[in-house]
């Protein structure tokens, strides 16, 4: 039986303005969808040429989850996005031409060609870079939580995993400090189905993951994640609401990888039916309608933005390719931070 509560979806413009949202920033998340997608699909080209080493992980399917949380976060809130969710770093401000040169391995990237071509993150933009084993960032974004909390800052931190990764037990610790301390988190679940080739029936036992907040003692919701509009009202709503001292909140956002778990992996083991239902509810393509039935986007508007997403990306393509690999001499710099480093907003 279902314990969290099931998100509506988002009826009507009046309820998005309500929600804190006008036209302008309508506009703003369909282009920041559009151009996280881009990115990726840029990535597998240049996969393909050879100018990404190592494998390569994509988040299509998931742009109106990781753009609809990202836009309700404040100015000085910090998360721990991981490779499923390009559309936070677009929505916090990170140049596509540094995500390129990360792809890429080169200098201008935000590890400065140091890290796996996903493991990126600009701290000064409230972000911090993941590892590998997904949930143990969980606990990092706690601990972030638990300093907001121990220096009055009316800040929140917002964690993602996947499904598969609420089977370690770093997501159940860190939920557990969370709902004991009621901390300032939102806990974010992208439930894309299929922990690499296990499907969702083999991986828990409640019908929802978000059904597992009530035992430590905060709200689950289950959320349509292809619903850009539905997911920012529930963050929005989870994040004020940790803001104020109203403790956590996780927000499961049911999607489907639309590819292989990388660009290895042809995920044979998902049923085609599937696939095909799931496109069908692509979450840009949904956006789009939904902004030309409720908002009036007109023909020229959605070009405009077509366009410039476009040009952005191509730019930005050429840019990254002219960044240097990085010297080899300069290999253990960063290790440590420096005091000048530490220097941000984000470690006051």
């Known amino acids: 039986m279902a314990i969290a509560r099931e998100a509506e979806p988002v009826g009507s413009l009046k309820e998005v303005r309500e929600a804190g949202l006008d036209r302008e920033d309508l506009l703003g998340v369909y282009r920041n969808m559009l151009m996280s997608r881009g990115i990726e699909e840029r990535g597998h080209i240049l996969y393909r040429q050879g100018k990404i080493p190592g494998s390569f992980y994509t988040g299509r399917g998931n742009e109106g989850a990781a753009v609809g949380v990202a836009t309700a976060m404040g100015t000085d809130d910090v998360g721990t996005p991981l490779h499923r969710d390009m559309g936070v770093h677009i929505v916090r401000g990170v140049e596509p031409w540094r995500i390129f040169a990360q792809f890429m391995g080169r200098v201008d990237g935000p590890t400065k060609g140091r890290d796996g071509n996903v493991h990126m993150a600009d701290s000064k933009l409230g972000l911090i870079a993941m590892v590998s084993h997904l949930p143990a960032m969980l606990p990092v974004a706690v601990g972030c939580a638990l300093a907001f909390r121990i220096r009055e800052e009316k800040r929140v931190a917002v964690g993602w995993f996947g499904e598969g990764a609420s089977a370690r037990g770093d997501t159940h610790e860190a939920m557990t400090l969370a709902g004991v301390r009621k901390l300032p988190m939102v806990f974010v679940c992208d439930n894309n189905q299929w922990a690499y080739s296990t499907p969702t029936h083999l991986e828990f036992a409640t019908d929802h993951v978000a059904d597992r907040a009530e035992a430590y003692g905060f709200e689950g919701i289950v959320v349509d994640g292809t619903d850009v509009l539905a997911v920012y009202r529930e963050a929005k709503r989870a994040i004020e609401k940790a803001r104020a001292g109203g403790g ?49 986007m007109s023909d020229e508007e959605e070009d405009e933005i077509a366009g410039e997403v476009k040009k952005t990306l191509n730019d930005a393509l050429k840019r990254a390719e002219e960044s240097p690999l990085p010297d080899p001499s300069t290999l253990t710099e960063g290790v440590y931070a420096t005091p000048e480093d530490l220097d941000t907003p984000h470690h006051k």
């Open 248 to 296: 956590p909140t996780l927000i499961e956002c049911v999607t489907l990888r639309m590819e292989g778990h990388a660009v290895h992996d042809d995920a044979f083991y998902v049923p085609k039916e599937l696939f095909e239902k799931w496109a069908e509810a692509d979450p840009i393509e949904r956006f789009r309608t939904w902004l030309r039935t409720n908002a009036d």
